[in-house]
């Protein structure tokens, strides 16, 4: 995929992991594992992309859990600004997308 081409690893600080990790009960590393697992569905998230480009990612961590993810690119690192477990709908799409793009 294009935009990961340039990505030189992932760049965290101590409030995000805490956030994510407090507030949703996901580590830094699922997030991680997302990035390296198939299949995964990204899209611009140009509803809050008002002052970067942010995108979204529906992925599974190593050991199956479906994560929804937001994150951003900055000076060619994954920088993760949200990360949650799918929702029903997310599910749905995520297995939708997959369906569609699996070639027979």
């Not at 990961?4 to 991680?32: L, M, P, Q, Y």
């Not at 997310?90 to 369906?99: D, L, P, S």
């Amino acid at each position: 995929m294009e935009l990961f081409t340039r990505i030189e690893g992932f760049d965290w600080d101590s409030w995000n992991i805490n956030k994510n990790k407090e507030k949703h009960i996901v580590t830094f590393a699922e997030c991680e594992e997302v990035f390296f697992n198939s299949p995964i569905v990204v899209g611009e998230d140009k509803k809050h992309s008002s002052s970067e480009d942010r995108h979204y990612m529906l992925g599974k961590t190593d050991s199956g859990r479906l994560l929804f993810i937001v994150f951003t690119i900055r000076k060619n690192k994954i920088r993760v600004i949200s990360a949650r477990d799918m929702s029903k709908k997310e599910r749905g799409a995520y297995h939708e997308q997959i369906e569609e793009n699996t070639e027979v």
